[in-house]
């Protein structure tokens, strides 16, 4: 079993940066692939990046290559988010999700991850 917990959101202005973390409990955390899901009110949940267990697999959503930048540390079960360049098209409830039946690809549909945060509020004012 692995709890994720989100932290880093605000608001912000667009243009500005922020960085968003995912602290996991378990110690299976390290052998699993790790994501950032966005979701907006009534829309579905969309992926924005993933990273394998390793660290030296990642794949990014084209709407926020060059801008995102994905990274893990194994030792202390965290996983980050470095945002930059933001837009008012980032605004969205982001949560961190892992899990899934290997730890060497990057799933980009929900539901092939099986835990998941409370997720954290980004706000991007233009």
């Known amino acids: 079993q692995v709890q994720l917990v989100e932290a880093g959101g605000g608001l912000v202005q667009a243009g500005d940066s922020l960085r968003l973390s995912c602290a996991a409990s378990g110690r299976t955390f390290s052998t699993y692939t790790v994501a950032w899901f966005r979701q907006v009110p009534g829309k579905e949940r969309e992926f924005v990046v993933g990273?394998?267990?390793?660290?030296?697999?990642?794949y990014y959503a084209d709407s926020v290559k060059g801008r995102f930048v994905i990274s893990r540390d194994n030792a202390k079960n965290t996983v980050y988010l470095q945002m930059n360049s933001l837009k008012s098209e980032d605004t969205a409830v982001y949560y961190c999700?892992?899990?899934?039946?290997?730890?060497?690809?990057?799933?980009?549909?929900?539901?092939?991850?099986?835990?998941w945060g409370q997720g954290t509020q980004v706000t991007v004012s233009s």
């Open positions: 990273i394998d267990r390793s660290g030296r697999v990642t």
């Open positions: 999700a892992s899990g899934g039946s290997s730890g060497y690809v990057v799933p980009v549909t929900p539901d092939e991850y099986d835990y």
